[in-house]
């Protein structure tokens, strides 16, 4: 259920949150005079250059250049979104966030906390079944997990009854309705009765970042056949937008990587050996939705999948998928074993360490992968392959680097591999200049507006709702609360940080009728820069309102008669003047 947390309540949150407390939770802070010292938790370092001020309510890292107030602390050190930091730091302060939600949202939030109520009691009942099943609590210890890591992960056992699990969960008052939503249980063809979906099976509970189970993945004890089953896509579990093991790796993975895994054995066997950052996905390939989550606690990341065919084909589609999301990934050769499960049961944790160790970055792996073709001297089959792959590579630099390699490699000239490429990438606009280099951003930015610049936000906005949390920069300055659009750019702000999609629709309501919707959607075209025109659009817009306001300012200066007054205006725009000067500097 999203809340109200607009500039008010992100105030009182702030006010009602003393800064010292809350990083003296997680940090032990020294007094320095007026202020607070300690080591940065966001890069190493031996000397103390993190301060802390009770006065500004701010902290501040002269060493890797961090700052913020205490929403900026949570976000940063526990891997929290902004509503996620707001709604921790609430429930610390005793604050009750209001809910804002229509009459859909509010049917679809009790329709989400039955099932999830249900999950809860499903995986309770499960995990109980291993006392009952003592030959089930036997296979898992024989896999080396024992009682601290089947509680971690809330493993349990679905036994071999048709209807066990539904006569518990009916018995504990819940419907057969709301427990077929849950995907718990099956209607027959006839539909005159229900069964359980999940026998005989260890359980595995899928939590989200929130830590509610969604969903459960079950594994044979035998080698029957299917090996995993999984919950259907219900209300509140959708396989491509959720990772297993996410829920405890988010908040270990700030200074490291991710490790991307196959299965949920996997991913346990890893933490058993000390990787607490290794997620899985869910019986499915990855996905954009899935880099995206990631993508918000770390940038790094191995792919440790099977060593079989299919399992190096889906590491090809990952490492490709992270290229074009703009991330790095490193590849994890496992031999001798066909998982991470099986060689750290065979070879152990400092032989993995090693495996990670000499892991592949983009171009060995796509080398590695391909050598078959190299060692069969099928040298334009092996050039074809790696174009194939190297048009998810969106810096050209790379690129480049990438042809010299290959070239080297083949023993044909880059001229001619880059030659060819361009002829194969001539539909698709993929072009690479070898000797002229790429036009900077601000340049194309600078020319591609052609409209206000406010107008300009707003309409890349609505193609990608994540800029709006860059708002921040004008909502929270008081020196634009006066002026054209603030109060748009407040909502559209307020919106984003509640977790409100922004779309025509919710346009027309947050401008209530002030400005025809339609010129921000007539053209949806942008480039891949478009976070850096926004950025550019931002500062231009700055610009402008620092000289509205001095303007409004010099004006009231030739009409004030207080001599105090008129030292406080003065300063006011001497401030003003340094802010224009140093804001054209960076657009120049």
């Known amino acids: 259920m999203p809340y109200r947390l607009d500039s008010d309540v992100i105030s009182r949150i702030l006010e009602q949150n003393n800064i010292v407390d809350v990083i003296e939770e997680f940090l032990p802070l020294k007094k320095a005079g007026a202020n607070y010292n300690t080591c940065c938790p966001f890069h190493k370092e031996k000397t103390p250059s ?57 049917i679809n939030k009790q329709q989400s906390d039955r099932l999830y109520k249900i999950n809860r009691d499903a995986a309770a009942y499960y995990y109980s079944n291993l006392k009952r099943y003592p030959e089930v609590a036997a296979y898992l210890k024989n896999r080396k997990i024992e009682a601290n890591v089947i509680k971690k992960f809330g493993i349990g056992y679905a036994s071999d009854g048709w209807d066990n699990l539904l006569k518990y969960l009916t018995s504990k008052g819940y419907n ?56 259907p896509e219900t209300l509140i579990f959708n396989k491509g937008y959720n990772m297993y093991g996410l829920n405890i790796a988010r908040e270990a993975v700030r200074d490291k990587s991710f490790i991307l895994v196959e299965g949920y054995m996997d991913v346990i066997k890893m933490h058993v050996h000390g990787y607490d950052t290794a997620v899985a996905a869910l019986g499915t390939a990855l996905t954009e939705n899935q880099i995206k989550l990631m ?31 703009g991330l790095d990934g490193r590849v994890v050769i496992i031999p001798n074993a066909k998982d991470p499960d099986e060689y750290l049961n065979k070879f152990g944790k400092i032989n993995f360490d090693k495996l990670i160790e000499n892991s592949l970055d983009y171009y060995s792996f796509l080398e590695f992968h391909y050598k078959e073709l190299f060692e069969n001297s099928n040298k334009v089959e092996y050039i074809n392959k790696f174009f194939d792959n190297i048009v998810n590579v969106g810096s050209e630099i790379e690129k480049e680097l990438i042809f010299e390699k290959l070239s080297g490699k083949v023993g044909v000239s880059k001229e001619s591999i880059v030659k060819e ?22 340049t194309r930015a600078a020319v591609k507006i052609t409209t206000s610049h406010e107008e300009e936000l707003i309409r890349l906005i609505l193609m990608n709702n994540d800029l709006a949390y860059q708002l921040k920069e004008i909502v929270n300055e008081d020196t634009f609360k006066d002026l054209e659009y603030y109060q748009i750019f407040k909502r559209m702000y307020e919106c984003k940080i509640n977790d409100q999609r922004i779309d025509k629709d919710s346009l027309n309501e947050i401008i209530m009728d002030n400005v ?45 008669e207080n001599a105090a007054n008129s030292r406080e205006i003065m300063n006011e725009i001497f401030s003003l003047a340094k802010k224009i000067k140093s804001t054209k500097e960076e657009v120049n």
């Open 176 to 231: 057969e309705d709301d427990i077929l939503k849950a995907g718990l249980i099956i209607q027959n063809k006839t539909k005159d009765r229900y069964y359980d979906r999940f026998r005989k099976r260890v359980m595995f509970p899928i939590f989200d970042i929130k830590n509610r189970i969604i969903g459960f993945g079950g594994r044979v004890l035998d080698d029957s056949l299917p090996k995993y089953l999984n919950s």
């Open 295 to 325: 993508k918000r606690y770390s940038k790094s990341f191995y792919l440790a999948l099977d060593s079989d065919n299919a399992g190096q084909n889906a590491a090809i589609k990952a490492i490709n998928l992270l290229k074009r999301n």
């Open 50 to 106: 993190f301060i802390v001020s009770p006065d500004k309510q701010m902290f501040h890292c002269f060493g890797c250049g961090e700052s913020g107030d205490s929403i900026s602390f949570v976000t940063k050190y526990k891997n929290y979104t902004f509503v996620e930091a707001a709604e921790y730091l609430a429930r610390r302060a005793g604050i009750v966030l209001e809910e804002t939600a229509s009459t859909k949202d509010s």
């Open 421 to 442: 490429y361009n002829k194969r990438s001539t539909k698709q606009g993929t072009f690479v200049k070898s000797a002229a280099p790429p036009e900077p951003a601000k």
């Open 516 to 560: 025809d919707v339609s010129i921000f959607v007539q053209n949806d075209d942008v480039d891949d820069n478009s976070e850096a025109y926004f950025k550019d659009c931002m500062k231009r817009l700055k610009i402008k309102y620092y000289e509205k306001k001095k303007t409004i300012l010099t004006d009231s200066l030739k009409q004030s």
